[in-house]
């Protein structure tokens, strides 16, 4: 049990503040024999660092890691891979007027009853800044399973605030700093993210990640099924307040008739599993779909109190994404991947011996 | 690690079939000096049972626990509490067509690739009748959180199927087959029921569980969340395919402004984050709604294959409940409860010590 | 965390006390496959029972056991093994006298101030009784490990009290009540036990446990090491005070150029590693020793206090084995079964993939 | 489940090899509010640190030990503590003769066969060196027993090769490079060290670990017994070959009327349960005493074998320890505070609300 850690045999250790001296994981039980460097965590920590367009914080962060062990000769040996990445751009004083106030919707509030001393700083152990770490974790996960197994994980935007973002094509997803699959919507996204941003307010967002290639048997029947192991690391995402697997809500009014999805040797007829059964992989397309709120640290004023339990107004400085949901992209896909090769490990351990002739249903097509 | 087990301190392992000879758990880690009987438990248990409307499986089962161990003189002794349950009700020739097939929707089809065998007796482990012994379980974090800090944990049905069930109040949950919090939908359910159980198909369910009086600060920043570890427990309840915390998918739409909880001395203004911030409960009502997919295993003919590859055509004899949900909200209310003592214990773990002068913000009303 | 379980993998959780209802554990994640029965773990649970000779408790237990769950046609599912045991033989007024007093060397006291609640019938949880259930654990263990690996894990008496038992063959342990592997020595065993049960008295043993046929490569450099696991598994079987692998205390006055066993393609040279080296199996046999202390319920008088705190001379009647050390042997033999299956596990979830052309040096011989 | 963390509730995940960039690791689950500074570490970083006298290994390390986050004004605040120790004074070809071949006694063999990729470089994972970042995170335990409870852990050697060391007093062991408690001896420790130094050769050496004032009613029955969590801690230590408690394998021989710990309200009367019994704490000493084999890094020439499978004499150069358990006394210090803090936790978890009126029994006095 550790309150920091995440995963069962693929284990990341996290620790660091927003404006502590750094931040960083331990990543432990990675195979040996993979190929790493530190480029290969690089790409996808720059897809998540902060400053890289108007529409999220303008902290300035390289977010440049470094491996502090388990890697010898370009090769990861067995043993646990530290990962260091330090902070350059606080500017703590940001943050004066919130010493002795919570913000409303922030974590300000909960922290400071639980422990009793909370550091202010950019949000300190709350801040969204603790995902890099998961995301350098989680592309040692990608990079393992891609060359195992050929699992491709990929994310996309499926809303912004009040704007739907229909699914196009995952190449689209790359070409604007929406993380949007569809190209014909950017322009109301910059119009939305600049009413918004000159506001002062913030908005909430939806996501979808999805993996493929993952093989039939992964997960467990109770409790570590491969869906709520899921629904337990999407949720474990800053400001995730909602997690769908496969229909997800969609399935209450379905019928058992049209959501059970038939299988035959050209594959399945449809996903509405979204890739599991009974906690375990169908082969399918794992497909997760996530709902992340509004950023609460607003410019607008909110009637809050402080630890002397005055009331007061609280309007936040600092620097902030007025969408914390556009960034969680490769979070939410860090996430995923560290939850599937856990689970591939795990699967390893227990049924490393068991062959069945059945044959495999090819994963069909997902209808998202 | 382990596959069967749920919680870190208050540890639930579970095991059992739907067809074995009896199912049960284990439930480590219970404090010492909690009163407790076998009555305790049964009141939950005859709650979950099957058998006791048409609307659910036939299948007759008094689910009589057993107390085995950890409890001495009418109270537990921190020892590890053994409960067990007598399956008395198969009738396994009923499954007889299905030794060889896999229903489209059911883990027929991931168990065996992941095992190369399967319990298919009444759906084996994978069976809804593995959460009895959870529901048990539950029964004991329920009286220890209502003895040491008032707390009460509830559920109901949101919707069945087509029918929305607005909420009304609590009293009503119990006065109808349905778990529903409103009288005036009843005989809507009765019908739709009785026409969904007559066409041999099934239906999927939204459900609500709702904890009041859980104390600000329990929970953790990251990973070990109280809303991650809550979406873990909700979604490994079988046919769970989403989970939502307060506002959940709505706040896609919501701007910060709105979203977040504004405080003051006399209570919390809205309830959008469900009781939880930053993974810490705020005092607020801990709300939680999820989605239950239809069942699988339904009269109507389905395509699907067999251990062979062939293709066949799959009907599902055996008793099964035409909407799984019905029976899932003592089962929720269990998963809630186990997740509140595990960390009400996590936390004077860590935070024994704390004391903070700063008055606490009263939990306000939860508009749900 | 689970206070009350064992294993990372192979996760045993055991459950009940000495003279209430039942006695069990929970088996989780032994690999699908394993032909078992019930007459699989009776083996070396009758070798554990009490009652079969004038030298243990007189307590007659048929310590049958019932598998609950997770074998399918004689074959495990890889779904959690439950096991049941009835006690039969309580005699709860033997221990009237001690209700209220805490006996010299025994949980009485740490149990009552920890919990402040004791089951004091036969010791309550603290009874060796709760090892029955992993003997029928480790029988599992046992039977996985032989049939992959051709394992074989087996313990004998090095000493019983002041009379010390020379290793002379592995044929001569089941051949006598003492597990002593040297027919020379048992007339005066039979003497020393009688004479030390007549006094009313009771001594402390010695013992050795030995795995042949572990594959190198078990294990892991920190912390969960294959002899950390070890001498944790040992040291939780009730009574041990020491535990040593390989030369252990004796490699205090060794010299490196001794101690370090010298390979070559014949074999290593020697075994004072006692088959671990870094964490990790060698490839050699494991050999294992531990001490256990005198039975402390013993019917002498001794001063003590009760829970008034006043002073009291307690004598203990009721049931007790004069050597406790003497069953211990099948139960220490099921936990380094414990171990090495969960290592097994770890070990191939970790590195399935490794091939390594360097050929293996042979085990050589244990000079023990 | 995690191969490099240690404890459940205060969990140390270690990172690092000895001629990497660097080590460290994450310290989490320290409570809050406990004043902490780098100057706290370093003492005992100090104390263990190489290159101090001519007895131990030449290599010049500073140890000097940085806090990345967890601490805010100087006070802990419950988050994880990341603690980063730069390597400074590799000198990596000094192994260029141990690439292809394997040290009889070392664990170059079984990594190899493990991990198919072994960093030689100074031992790489299977470094003394890893223990550094635990003597830091058992510096942040010493620190909370010693202010929550006043428990003071102090080790000492008991024996170096065939040198023994009668117990004088703790205040001599800080006076000599030895860790020796008694002055009369230390002439004769480094004549001895200084000859076996010159003949190329290592030896073992015994060492003794107390704490004292630690509280009745610490640890669990089984299997996660305080006893046994020590024995798994202790024996994770590099080298460590044995492990007791208490009268430890001199119990073999006691009669139970002499072992069991007679007790009055004047104390208890001996201490050969070294402070556990059933395994929980009883209030008197912890007494844990353990063995370490010989460095096998020695410069005399041994019989191995190389990665070919060819016969090789391997003689190894690089900087030792001659006797690598004079460095360990700080490093066993820390392991058993570590899991001191790790049951203070766990306990306060499950019975934080028992009060007993029964009167505690004084420790007595320590016959060691």
């Known amino acids: 049990m550790s309150n920091s850690s995440l995963g069962h045999l693929f284990v990341v250790s996290n620790f660091g503040e927003s404006h502590g001296p750094a931040i960083g994981c331990v990543v432990d039980g990675c195979p040996p ?14 897809r998540r660092k902060p400053g890289t367009s108007r529409h999220v914080t303008q902290r300035q962060e390289g977010d440049q890691v470094e491996i502090l062990s388990g890697v010898f000769e370009g090769v990861t040996t067995g043993a646990p891979i530290g ?5 350059q751009d606080q500017r703590s004083k940001d943050y004066g007027n919130i010493v002795d106030s919570f913000r ?3 974590a300000d509030y909960t922290y400071w009853h639980k422990y009793g001393i909370r550091d202010h700083r950019g949000g300190g152990r709350s801040s969204a800044r603790m995902t890099a770490p998961m995301v350098a974790a989680g592309a040692i996960a990608k990079k393992w399973l891609a060359m195992q197994f050929g699992i491709v994980v990929r994310g996309c935007m499926t809303q912004i605030g009040d704007v739907e973002i229909p699914f196009q094509s995952w190449e689209e997803v790359a070409k604007n700093p929406f993380f949007a699959p569809n190209a014909t919507v950017v322009d109301s996204l910059e119009s939305y993210m600049d009413a918004l941003r000159k506001s002062g307010d913030s908005c909430g967002a939806g996501l979808r990640v999805q993996a493929t290639g993952v093989p039939v048997g992964w997960g467990s029947p109770l409790y570590d099924k491969l869906d709520a192991d899921i629904a337990h690391a999407m949720m474990s995402i800053n400001a995730v307040k909602g997690v769908e697997i496969g229909a997800g809500f969609g399935c209450i009014t379905q019928k058992g008739s049209e959501h059970g999805d038939e299988m035959s040797l050209d ?3 449809s996903n509405h599993a979204g890739g599991v059964l009974g906690g375990i992989s169908t082969g399918q397309d794992i497909e997760v779909r996530m709902a992340i709120k509004p950023t609460s640290s607003i410019r607008l004023p909110r009637n809050s109190i402080n630890k002397a339990g005055e009331p007061v ?3 936040t400085f600092g620097r902030h994404d007025p969408c914390v949901g556009i960034r969680a992209t490769p979070i939410a896909e860090a996430m995923l991947a560290l939850v599937l090769i856990d689970h591939a490990l795990m699967h390893r351990a227990q049924c490393a011996d068991v062959r069945v002739d059945t044959p495999v249903v090819p994963a069909g097509r997902s209808d998202y």
């Open 313 to 315: 107004v609280v309007e």
């Open 104 to 106: 409303p919707g922030h």
């Open 83 to 87: 990962l260091l990445i330090r902070n």
């Open 267 to 269: 594959g399945f007829g």
């Open 33 to 46: 024999g993979l190929p790493l460097c530190e480029a290969d965590l690089q790409a996808d920590l720059d």
